[in-house]
């Protein structure tokens, strides 16, 4: 059985995602995981969002608006794994790392600093890098640590960004030079319908930093109100247009079909006046996106729902990073002096020339943490309960339900047999419960 292909993508908590995330980022990531062959990561970047943003409260306002938009968009959470990037500590663990093995050269040609300091010598400023945070500089280096820690095969971007998957090419392939191979090499994963960077209102890459960006889910009267603000040239109704140098056209033949996107065309060398195109492309938009925004509105209100969504996929995220980080850190030289079973030894020793005190200590952490693990069993029993639950009421309702219930039956087999030990251990267990509820 081929192995499955591991999407990965996030979106900084700075704000409210426009248009051009969704075109360049949220789009294609949600399709590929709804893919049977696809094993989808998705994140809040709150990270990321501290090198430009120092406001607490916008972080926090944009988590929770990006992860009700990812919800809304249709993402299935029990089959992604969707998380907060703050919520794995080995991402910025992982981050030190890659940082030592990077080459501060490849850091200097990296986009943003770059029009950062552009920036400041078009102002004649002294220093070149004023402004300049660490934080932006290295900004390449924890985008590659959130896509390495999984080992991700693609990354839905937009093509400015497809520099910082090369960066993350790089720093991966001189880690496993140095180190042995532990990294898988990440392509960018460019939706091939996105001409280019999606536009904003004043012609300019669309963008929060500018101030141009049209949100993904504004209400109708809002959207209507932004669209009219999209900056044309000075053409009368009837005089012929470009369509290829218009922020209206680009929008548009960005979300509409073929032929949709050739009727639009026909009407720009036909003459079509500036008003009755932002009125067309308003109406397009709107009844693209209603369907949508309409379960945003609804999510958004649920804080509570949201959190238990994104600490769920921290769970599953964490199963997965911690004993990669273990890894990691043996690979650089970063372990117990005297190896694993002289590690348990020094730990024994140690307890028996604890005082009594000091005992009780370690006894009652150690009971804390049976109680913990305790707890964690019963909630993936109660999640794995109400996985079966879902399977046997979608067994019922079939047409067949003895059929169904043995192709289930057999598909978890077939799944089980190709799985790794801990997918295989939860893919038993729930045969096994599936089995008994079938029979009884």
């Known amino acids: 059985m081929q192995a499955k292909q591991r999407v990965l993508t996030g979106i900084t908590t700075t704000g409210t995602p426009h248009l051009g995330n969704y075109l360049g980022a949220l789009k294609p990531a949600v399709a590929a995981s709804q893919q049977v062959d696809t094993d989808s990561f998705y994140f809040l970047a709150d990270y990321h969002a501290l090198i430009k943003c120092q406001d607490p409260q916008t972080v926090h306002r944009s988590g929770r608006e990006i992860a009700a938009i990812w919800l809304a968009l249709g993402l299935d959470t029990d089959k992604a794994t969707f998380y907060r990037q703050s919520d794995i500590p080995e991402i910025p ?22 029009a950062s300091v552009d920036e400041n010598q078009r102002q004649s400023s002294a220093d070149l890098d004023q402004g300049i945070s660490m934080g932006l500089y290295s900004y390449p280096i924890l985008m590659a640590a959130d896509i ?3 080992n991700a095969h693609h990354i839905p971007v937009g093509k400015d960004q497809i520099q910082h998957i090369e960066m993350c090419r790089d720093i991966a392939m001189r880690f496993n030079h140095t180190y042995g191979e532990h990294f898988v090499l990440p392509e960018a994963m460019v939706d091939e319908g996105e001409a280019k960077v999606l536009s904003g209102l004043d012609g300019r890459k669309m963008s929060k930093s500018y101030g141009n960006i049209i949100p993904l889910f504004a209400p109708a009267d809002e959207l209507k109100k932004l669209i009219f603000q999209i900056t044309t040239n000075s053409l009368q109704p009837g005089e012929v247009k470009d369509p290829d140098t218009c922020t209206l056209f680009e929008i548009y033949s960005a979300f509409a079909s073929q032929e949709e996107t050739l009727m639009i065309r026909k009407a720009y060398a036909n003459g079509i006046g500036w008003g009755d195109m932002k009125g067309q492309l308003f109406e397009y938009l709107n009844d693209y996106l209603s369907p949508a925004r309409k379960r945003y509105d609804e999510i958004i209100t649920d804080p509570a729902y949201i959190e238990a969504e994104l600490q769920k996929g921290a769970l599953k995220a964490r199963a997965q990073s911690e004993p990669f980080m273990q890894r990691l850190r043996s690979a650089v030289g970063i372990m117990s002096l005297v190896g694993d079973l002289g590690a348990k030894q020094t730990l024994t020793k140690a307890k028996k020339e604890l ?5 009780a200590k370690v006894n009652a952490g150690k009971a804390k943490a049976m ?24 067994i019922t309702i079939s047409n067949d339900p003895k059929a169904a219930g043995e192709e289930l039956l057999a598909s978890l087999q077939t799944q089980i047999d190709g799985a790794k030990k801990k997918a295989k251990k939860t893919l038993q267990q729930t045969l096994e419960l599936l089995e008994q509820r079938l029979t009884s």
Do not use: P, S
């Not at 005082?355 to 005992?359: A, D, K, M, S, V």
């Open 93 to 114: 663990q992982l981050a030190w790392f890659l940082t030592c093995m990077t080459a501060k050269g490849m850091m200097n040609r990296a986009h943003a600093y770059k």
């Open 355 to 359: 005082t009594q005190e000091e005992q």
């Open 148 to 150: 390495l820690m999984f």
């Open 371 to 394: 109680e913990i693990a305790k707890q964690r069993a019963e909630q993936e029993a109660q999640q794995l309960a109400l996985k079966v639950d879902d399977l046997i009421n979608a």
